[in-house]
């Protein structure tokens, strides 16, 4: 692999599939505060704003936005009520307790890598790690005891500003590269599945012009049906279309494709793989 140095990886969509936790929690949240379970393509949707990854505030505004339509004349809950619902359901215990104790829809997590990608990255030079917006028990679980790497360079909820304010990449960035970024400094890439994690990397390069960042896309695990092949599509457009350097029609493509992703100083941009 050339010319990247080093990659930060969101978590969910990328590393693990979370339509059936994450995301089913969400639908089931809502579903319980007003009675109406929205879609996986309402969510879709939503995501497309770039505004909304943290799914606590995207179930709160979900349920808002039922109620302005009028569909609905109920009270609107506050977020501490949401929160406890949405890891209800996501956690199925206390999150603070051992893992062996949960019993919630994080159980139904399927991987998307396996610890042999990161060695394999490791092999190749590149230097990884993980800006997420997942909790950090949820994080930890599937990155040290799922996966089993150890100590992973990790950046979650609470450790940074939600996304897209990139501080959490950049802190991170500088941590790992330990050298102030900059024209001088390796090309440094995210891996993520929503327009929230583009942005992230665009608000990277107002803060540091000078630093070569590159923003990697792919559609969400369950996109890649074949019966969703438009959907799939018409969400790579979006990321594409608000500056996405690269789709990737798998996270596997890092390991199996030479990236060649610079001329003279310039990002290829809309280049897929797939």
């Given at each position: 692999?050339?010319?990247?140095?080093?990659?930060?990886?969101?978590?969910?969509?990328?590393?693990?599939?979370?339509?059936?936790?994450?995301?089913?929690?969400?639908?089931?949240?809502?579903?319980?505060?007003?009675?109406?379970?929205?879609?996986?393509?309402?969510i879709?949707?939503?995501k497309?704003?770039?505004?909304?990854?943290n799914?606590?505030?995207?179930?709160?505004?979900?349920?808002?936005?039922?109620?302005?339509?009028?569909?609905?004349?109920l009270?609107?809950?506050?977020?501490?009520?949401?929160?406890?619902?949405?890891?209800?359901f996501?956690?199925g215990?206390?999150?603070?307790?051992?893992?062996?104790?949960w019993?919630?829809?994080?159980?139904n997590e399927?991987?998307?890598?396996?610890?042999?990608?990161?060695?394999?990255?490791?092999?190749?030079?590149?230097?990884?790690?993980?800006?997420s917006?997942?909790?950090?028990?949820?994080?930890?679980?599937v990155?040290?005891?799922?996966?089993?790497?150890?100590?992973p360079?990790?950046?979650?909820?609470?450790?940074?500003?939600?996304?897209?304010?990139?501080?959490g990449?950049?802190?991170?960035?500088?941590?790992?590269?330990?050298?102030?970024?900059?024209?001088?400094?390796?090309?440094?890439?995210?891996?993520?599945?929503?327009?929230?994690?583009?942005?992230?990397?665009?608000?990277?390069?107002?803060?540091i012009?000078?630093?070569?960042?590159?923003?990697?896309?792919?559609?969400?695990?369950?996109?890649?049906?074949?019966?969703r092949?438009?959907?799939?599509?018409?969400?790579?457009?979006?990321?594409?279309?608000?500056g996405?350097?690269?789709?990737?029609?798998?996270?596997?493509?890092?390991?199996?494709?030479?990236?060649?992703?610079?001329?003279?100083?310039?990002?290829?941009?809309?280049t897929?793989?797939?």
């Amino acid at each position: 692999m050339k010319n990247i140095g080093l990659i930060l990886f969101d978590i969910d969509g990328v590393i693990r599939s979370v339509e059936n936790s994450y995301r089913l929690s969400l639908k089931k949240t809502v579903y319980k505060f007003c009675g109406w379970e929205p879609s996986y393509e309402d969510i879709d949707s939503a995501k497309n704003e770039g505004i909304w990854n943290n799914d606590w505030d995207l179930s709160l505004e979900l349920i808002k936005r039922y109620v302005k339509i009028g569909k609905s004349n109920l009270k609107i809950p506050s977020r501490e009520d949401i929160i406890k619902c949405f890891e209800e359901f996501y956690f199925g215990a206390d999150p603070n307790d051992d893992s062996k104790y949960w019993s919630g829809f994080i159980k139904n997590e399927e991987l998307l890598v396996d610890k042999k990608f990161f060695e394999k990255l490791q092999s190749n030079g590149i230097i990884w790690g993980f800006v997420s917006g997942a909790e950090s028990a949820s994080a930890k679980f599937v990155l040290e005891k799922r996966l089993g790497l150890k100590s992973p360079p990790l950046i979650c909820m609470g450790d940074a500003p939600d996304k897209p304010d990139p501080k959490g990449f950049i802190r991170l960035s500088q941590k790992l590269i330990g050298d102030k970024l900059g024209s001088s400094n390796i090309p440094i890439a995210y891996v993520g599945d929503t327009i929230a994690d583009v942005k992230t990397v665009i608000n990277a390069r107002k803060i540091i012009p000078s630093q070569k960042f590159i923003s990697i896309g792919l559609a969400p695990p369950h996109l890649h049906l074949k019966s969703r092949l438009k959907e799939r599509n018409s969400y790579e457009t979006n990321l594409r279309n608000e500056g996405a350097d690269l789709i990737l029609s798998s996270i596997n493509d890092l390991n199996n494709i030479n990236l060649n992703l610079f001329r003279e100083g310039e990002i290829f941009r809309d280049t897929s793989f797939g």
